[in-house]
Structure formats: C-alpha cells, structure tokens
C-alpha cells in the first residue's frame, strides 16, 4: 500500500474520460502499461483513449488491446495519466493541450515528480509492477488482457528476469500473472525472442559497426542504415541488450540518428557498482543504474565524441 493510493483511487473513480499516455519511442514496459491500465479501466466503466503519438511499434501488435491505441486525443478528459515516463519532456506532445498530468506511475529512479500526484517505486523492476502492486487498491481488477499486458511489461523491462533488479517478489509477481490467465510462453517469445527480417539486418548493421575501448563497447546506427535495412522504427529494435552481453564492456553504448536532428542514446551496465543513468542526465536523460537513455541534439559523429569522453571520465572515476 502506499499513502497515495487513496488519493489515486479517488481521482479514478471520480473521472469519466480518461487520457492515458507514456513517453516516446515506448518500449515494452511503457506499451505494457499502457495498455494493462487502459483495459482495467475500460473494464470499470471509464471512457478510455490510449495515446501514442510514435504510433505502436509493430512488434507489439499482438498484444490485446493494441488496435486501440491512438495516435491523437480527441475530445474532452476528466483526467491525464503517465505511466513509465521520468519527465515531461519524455511525453513529447502528447499533452501539449494540458500541461502537467493529474497522475504519474513510474519507476525511474531520475523521476522528477512532474504530476500532481506522483507514484514513483525505483525499487520496482518495471512500472507494469507498480500497477500489479497498486491497482486492487484502486479497485481495478486483472482480467486476463490485463495481466497480459502487464507480463509483457515485467518481461521487457528486466529482459526475461536476467537484470540486477530483478527479485524473489517480481518472480512471484510474474506467477501470479500466469494464475490470472497470461500465457508466459506466448509472451516471452514475441516480446523477446522473435525479430522481423528487417530488424535482423539492422542488427547486421550495428554489430558490424561495433567498437571498443577502455571498457567501453558502442555502436551507431544511422538513418542510412534504418532505410538501407528496411526497419521502420526509430529505435535500435533492442540491439543494445546484445551489446551489453559484450564480456568486455563495463558499460555498453548504442547511438541512434534521429530524423528531428537529435541522436538517441543508450547505455547499459552490467556492474552493480556503476550507476549509468549519472552519465545520462549530464546530456538531460535519466533511467536507472543499470540501463540509462538520453535524445541529445546534434549531429551523430559530434555527439558520439561527447557522449564517450563523459562516460570514460565516467568510468575511470567509478
């Protein structure tokens, strides 16, 4: 339980209509989320729009749900909410017309409290999570859409139970997901094992492009390389979890070009004695110790040489 379930609980029930949004470029968690909130909502009664502006990324189709999502509000809201996003500015758009959102549930441990109410759990390893934890208290219940969606949000984020946080709770929290009708199997293999043949060659294209120094292992993918490929994403379709398997790397790096002039950035450790997300918000990102992101304007080759002097500095301090 927390202090403000209460205070939550209220602000739902109390709403009719109801924005649900998560921050751009949304991963499995955020996707998650989304949807496991969005379905248990509908299903107490509450008019729902599900908003991602990035459009849904097409690996994430067969979750059920999905074909809901939108890519514009429309409409008046009772009520905005932000699910797996630290800051506003990770929104993008999406709430340009509303400004702060009545209601932020996270866990990144650089949050920085930008709703009026802040449900913020950094020791949780995923935000689906937090909303397992949370959302009987609110009086929403778990059908099996629900607890599909919010399975999906547990695996991703702590890539099949396999990251630091990853805990005796979470694992029965994935149990007790499997007991209210999600298919573990089905879900573990699409969000993480299957790839489409375009993000295949995408992967040939960064892992050949791979470098190391100084403990440092990085890669670049650049918006030759996404047309060349065929990936229709803006992301590194999660290239950067085989990079960080990297033996050599105390801290692993992937940069994405962006088509609005910035350069996504993606850091990743293995250490439990390094904190990446540091070396993130010294370029305005955030995340966590393990697993840190940053969209950092400029061009890629400028960029790159930035982003590595501060995290080698990073790194001979630590």
């Not at 609110?138 to 991703?156: E, K, Q, R, S, Y």
């Not at 005796?168 to 929290?173: F, T």
């Not at 992937?254 to 088509?259: A, S």
């Amino acid at each position: 339980m927390s202090d403000l379930d209460p205070a939550i609980k209220e602000r739902l029930q109390a709403a009719r209509t109801i924005l649900l949004v998560t921050h751009v470029r949304p991963d499995g968690d955020a996707i998650g989320s989304l949807l496991g909130l969005g379905l248990s909502l509908q299903a107490a009664g509450k008019q729902v729009q599900m908003l991602l502006p990035d459009g849904l990324p097409a690996s994430f189709k067969y979750l059920p749900g999905s074909n809901q999502i939108k890519h514009v509000q429309k409409g008046t809201l009772d009520l905005s909410v932000v699910v797996d996003c630290s800051d506003l500015k990770r929104v993008g758009k999406a709430l340009d017309r509303y400004g702060a959102p009545d209601i932020v549930i996270d866990h990144h441990v650089t949050n920085g409290a930008f709703g009026k109410l802040n449900l913020v759990e950094p020791e949780s390893p995923a935000t689906a999570s937090v909303l397992l934890a949370h959302m009987p208290a609110w009086g929403l219940t778990i059908p099996p859409d629900v607890a599909a969606n919010l399975l999906t949000g547990l695996l991703t984020d702590t890539l099949g139970f396999r990251t630091l946080n990853t805990t005796s709770h979470s694992l029965r929290q994935a149990a007790d997901l499997v007991d209210m009708g999600a298919n573990l199997n089905h879900l573990y293999n699409m969000s993480l094992i299957r790839r489409t043949l375009p993000a295949a060659r995408y992967w040939g294209v960064g892992l050949s492009n791979l470098s190391y120094a100084d403990g440092i292992v990085w890669t670049e993918l650049t918006l030759a390389d996404r047309s060349a490929s065929g990936y229709s994403g803006n992301d590194d379709a999660d290239l950067i979890n085989v990079v960080s398997s990297i033996s050599e790397g105390s801290i692993s790096i992937i940069f994405v070009e962006q088509t609005n002039g910035t350069v996504k950035i993606s850091w990743r450790t293995q250490d439990p004695g390094l904190d990446v997300s540091q070396v993130a918000m010294l370029f305005n990102g955030g995340g966590h110790k393990a697993a840190a992101g940053a969209d950092v304007p400029g061009e890629l080759a400028d960029v790159k040489k930035r982003v590595l002097a501060e995290t080698d500095k990073f790194l001979k301090k630590s």
